[in-house]
């Protein structure tokens, strides 16, 4: 589920410009580059506000308001506000209807407090839409990290809106934030879970996030879901989940990004688990679906890696077909409460299975080591709550043995290390594709490799060679 924006464009002649999009930044593109919609005395130039809304019916009530809204109501909102919207709402139109259609709260709030001239804005025919002045990182971070329950959720919504930002300044904004948010971090547990859609992902991770919160702990929730990178559509967003976990306020939810590729749907995740963490959420989850590759970038930003199955057979033949189960450290076998007998005996076949794989050694066997973690199976059903602690008395022994033996710091440094590498590949790969030189000659080279006439490999090398 990826937020709607509601925006507010100050325009040339200093009337404001409302609209919705669940593609902010696509959207403010188009306003700098199309002249479509308005005059030339009214262009927008400048983005004054926007909040989020969790469902495009909510955003599309909300700016339907503010479209009848008098210029100091808006201003007040640009300004945030709150307080005088309503007061104002209340001397002209029903509050009630105002408070159904506000942004969600701790998501949206008046991102920037600018004051906004009504006379017309002086500047070329065509401006282009100055950059809108965001909060100082400083002060975000501060917020993050040692922000009251309400400033720190609005915190760190602005903090992911803006690392998941393709703007280069908001890039640039985006890796001083979380420079400043690194030394606060680290600290939480990182839990992935997998499993394929209907498997019960949401349905566990609500009964162990409250399971937990009730120990005392804080969660945040992440997904990655690639396939709201291709279709738009998600295999996770669509449909009403974790209605207790969501609303709890030692919770943290956050959809997974839903533009861009694997590798950087699965960077902004990893950027996102960072500031929660400075925000003291101890325990991470990632959720992701068994499609794709994204059970290998989830692994590989998380100490501990569980695949969930369904008690049929087959199941876990596929998951050692796809290299799946090489990465659990945890199976868990949900929804033992259909048939505890095929839970029983999927759980003894993905034993067996894991020993083949060489990851189980047997308690018996003289290559079994009581001081490395040998992944385990388990049955629960998530939807009865059975199960949830002898879950977490497993997760909490893999923590303490792998924190004993070392594992748990050289995994992670093997992962900033993976990590590192994979973002300059694919930096380099963009700063490849977009050189004037490569680009001026790889159409050419393209069809002479095509056609036949010029190797792949000495085509590979001039190319590079025009980049160096
Ligand atoms: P997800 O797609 O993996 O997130 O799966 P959901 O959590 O949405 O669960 C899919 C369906 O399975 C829902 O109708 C759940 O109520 C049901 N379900 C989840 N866990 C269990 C369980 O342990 N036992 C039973 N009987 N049903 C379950």
Redesign the pocket.
């Given at each position: 589920m990826k937020p709607f924006h509601v925006y507010l464009l100050l325009c040339r002649d200093g009337t404001y410009y409302a609209g919705h999009t669940d593609e902010l930044d696509a959207r403010m593109l188009q306003h700098q580059t199309s002249d479509t919609g308005y005059t030339a005395t009214r262009k927008p130039v400048q983005l004054v506000w926007q909040g989020e809304f969790e469902s495009r019916e909510g955003a599309l009530a909300f700016e339907q308001q503010i479209k009848g809204w008098s210029r100091a109501k808006m201003e007040a909102l640009i300004a945030g506000d709150w307080e005088r919207v309503q007061t104002l709402a209340r001397s002209k139109q029903g509050l009630d209807g105002l408070r159904q259609a506000q942004p969600e709260r701790g998501i949206a709030q008046a991102e920037r407090k600018i004051p906004v001239r009504p006379e017309p804005v002086e500047g070329p025919a065509h401006p282009e839409p100055t950059t809108p002045v965001r909060p100082p990182v400083e002060g975000l971070a501060h917020q993050i990290v040692s922000g009251a329950a309400m400033p720190q959720r609005r915190a760190i919504a602005k903090a992911i809106t803006l690392l998941e930002s393709t703007r280069a300044d908001h890039r640039a904004q985006g890796d001083e934030l979380l420079t400043a948010l690194l030394p606060h971090s680290g600290h939480a547990f990182r839990l992935g879970i997998s499993?394929?859609?209907?498997?019960?992902?949401?349905?566990?991770?609500?009964a162990l996030g409250l399971y937990l919160i009730d120990k005392g702990h804080r969660v945040a929730v992440l997904t990655v879901d690639p396939s709201s990178t291709v279709s738009g559509g998600s295999?996770?967003g669509d449909?009403t989940?974790m209605e207790k976990l969501s609303v709890h306020e030692q919770a943290y939810i956050r959809p997974s990004p839903s533009s861009g590729t694997l590798g950087g749907v699965a960077e902004k995740t990893r950027e996102a688990m960072l500031v929660c963490e400075a925000a003291s959420y101890d325990i991470v989850i990632v959720?992701t679906?068994g499609v794709g590759q994204s059970e290998t970038a989830v692994s590989g930003m998380t100490d501990m890696f569980v695949l969930?199955q369904l008690p049929n057979a087959g199941d876990d033949l596929q998951a050692i077909k796809k290299g799946v189960m090489e990465l659990a450290d945890l199976v868990v076998i949900?929804?033992?409460?259909?048939d505890p007998d095929a839970a029983t005996r999927a759980r003894a076949q993905i034993t067996s299975s894991l020993r083949l794989l060489g990851l189980q050694g047997h308690p018996e066997h003289a290559h079994h080591n009581d001081a490395v973690w040998h992944p385990q199976v388990i049955q629960?059903?998530?939807?009865?709550g059975?199960g949830v602690d002898a879950f977490w008395a497993e997760v909490s022994r893999f923590r303490t043995l792998q924190t004993g033996n070392g594992q748990l710091n050289t995994r992670r440094q093997q992962q900033a290390r993976a990590w590192m590498w994979e973002r300059i590949d694919a930096g380099l790969k963009q700063r490849f594709r977009v050189h004037p030189q490569v680009r001026a000659a790889l159409d050419d080279t393209t069809q002479r490799v095509l056609a036949g006439t010029l190797p792949a490999s000495t085509a590979a090398r001039q190319l590079l060679d025009l980049f160096d």
């Open positions: 499993g394929v859609p209907g498997v019960g992902k949401s349905t566990f991770i609500e295999i996770l449909k989940r959720e679906v969930m949900n929804k033992a409460d259909i629960l059903s998530a939807l009865l059975r």
